[in-house]
């Protein structure tokens, strides 16, 4: 090698040098910096610490339209409600991801926990909330209303929609998951709601018949599990346009899905002994589909309370897959029994 060469080979060596020390040095300091309420540290996860952080995190990501990630340990009490307006409708991801985070319940008894809510005269897209375990603390105190609300009675002009919700555990308060108004175009997947003192989700129309109603529609629930629940796994309160798909519907009192105006379709579900049938749909809406699903049943089996000092009966035992209204179409349905019912003649798929 000539003198040349290797005076040409140092130089080159010294520019690399020059050119990649500012990246190296910019992508430390990312790293040190974690975004708002790290409280700047070198972890980019959010570790809250009370309810006025993580509120903070929450809004801050609504307003900056991020999706900031909690640090798993986070675990906070909630003594009010959070609401969180939605931003204008960008067409980018903004929400939050809890990493698993635990999130209690010590407010008002009936007020909401979680609220995220429309702003009028501006649809909301592309909400991203997963990854939380919210308990409203219904079990041996005062439960919450909702554990999480997406609100838009505004009706369209301050819509939610194109929304993500998924892993989601719910536990002990009034509701588990609620819709209410122009909450469109949204996916509930593995969403959970356990032990409420009414629905595990709960689903309603607002301003219906006014210029200004908001409409819950286009709703795709995929592996929702809604179990022992004083209401209905999921009440559609007038609410059509949901697909329910392989959900999980045990002892619940009125049943696994209440659909008071019909559903869009139900398929791949189970339900055992939740209320005398699995499905209540009264209405056929614009055409109600319920195709391939199981109950299973013991013919005794059904929803109690706790009250008085003694368990009361809130629920019937279940006898059938179905309870439905003229032009409900079932499909290749099935009830199974064991226990005192085995064999019974009084269970059947359709009511």
């Not at 003198?3 to 992508?27: D, N």
């Not at 391939?292 to 059904?302: A, H, K, L, V």
Request: net charge positive; charged share 15%; hydrophobic share 40%.
């Amino acid at each position: 090698m000539t003198k040349l060469q290797t005076a040409r080979r140092a130089i080159l060596a010294v520019a690399a040098v020059l050119v990649a020390a500012p990246l190296r040095g910019a992508r430390a300091q990312a790293r040190e910096v974690g975004p708002p309420g790290s409280g700047g540290g070198a972890s980019s996860f959010i570790w809250a610490r009370n309810e006025t952080e993580f509120a903070q995190a929450l809004q801050d990501g609504a307003a900056q339209r991020f999706v900031p990630m909690f640090d798993s340990r986070t675990t906070v009490t909630l003594t009010k409600t959070i609401n969180v307006a939605a931003p204008d409708g960008a067409s980018m991801t903004w929400g939050a991801n809890g990493n698993h985070a635990k999130v209690q319940w010590a407010g008002p008894v009936g007020d909401d926990m979680i609220v995220f809510h429309g702003t009028k005269g501006s649809g909301s897209r592309c909400l991203y909330f997963e990854k939380f375990n919210l308990n409203g603390n219904g079990y041996a105190g005062t439960p919450c209303g909702s554990c999480l609300k997406l609100s838009a009675p505004d009706g369209d002009p301050g819509s939610i929609y194109k929304f993500t919700l998924r892993d989601i555990y719910t536990a002990y308060g009034t509701r588990g998951i609620s819709l209410e108004g122009a909450v469109f175009e949204g996916m509930c997947e593995n969403v959970h709601g356990e032990n409420h003192r009414e629905h595990g989700f709960y689903a309603k129309n607002t301003n219906v018949g006014q210029h200004n109603r908001g409409i819950v529609s286009n709703i795709m629930m995929v592996h929702p599990n809604m179990s022992r629940n004083l209401g209905a796994g999921i009440y559609l309160d007038g609410v059509y346009s949901v697909n329910v798909l392989l959900g999980g519907f045990v002892n619940n009192a009125l049943g696994g899905v209440v659909a008071t105006n019909g559903i869009r379709a139900a398929a791949f579900c189970n339900g055992e002994n939740t209320g005398e049938s699995v499905f209540v749909v009264p209405n056929n809406g614009y055409g109600s589909l319920i195709l391939f699903n199981e109950g299973s049943t013991d013919g005794s089996t059904r929803a109690r309370k706790f009250e008085g000092g003694q368990w009361v009966d809130v629920g019937k035992p279940m006898l059938y897959l179905l309870n439905r209204g003229a032009g409900v179409v079932e499909m290749n349905g099935h009830v199974a029994t064991y226990g005192g019912a085995l064999g019974s003649s009084a269970v059947r798929v359709i009511k």
